[in-house]
């Protein structure tokens, strides 16, 4: 049975820095999504790794901000989120699938996705 653990959320005043983790068990993965749901907004996506040639990709409103990485060896994701803005506040979700994923619209999908952590609170204030 797969699990999905996150973890590293936190309060940060803007310009601060967070570090989250998803750690995987009960299967090997070497590709995660993050996505993440503020209040009263639908869930968007963040960032995801290898899922096309081991390429990151990243929605325009983190990109230069947050890196994407995976420890292969650990069987973890992580995502590194510096520069925080307020407008960063929200659940953070790690989420992955077994398979592929082929497109662009698929990747940011959530319903495309098998596996997801819990969410870890990330709080940003001004």
């Known amino acids: 049975q797969v699990h999905m653990v996150d973890s590293g959320g936190g309060l940060v005043q803007a310009g601060g820095s967070l570090r989250l983790s998803c750690a995987a068990s009960g299967r090997t993965f070497s590709s995660y999504t993050w996505f993440r749901q503020a209040p009263t907004k639908e869930r968007e996506f963040v960032a995801a790794?290898?899922?096309?040639?081991?390429?990151?990709t990243y929605a325009d409103s983190v990109k230069g901000r947050f890196t994407i990485s995976t420890d292969n060896a650990k069987n973890t994701g992580s995502l590194q989120m510096n520069s925080l803005k307020p407008e960063d506040t929200a659940v953070y979700y790690c989420a992955t699938k077994r398979g592929p994923i082929y497109s662009a619209y698929d990747l940011r999908r959530p319903g495309t996705y098998d596996y997801w952590g819990q969410g870890t609170q990330v709080t940003v204030s001004s």
């Open positions: 790794i290898g899922w096309r040639a081991g390429i990151t």
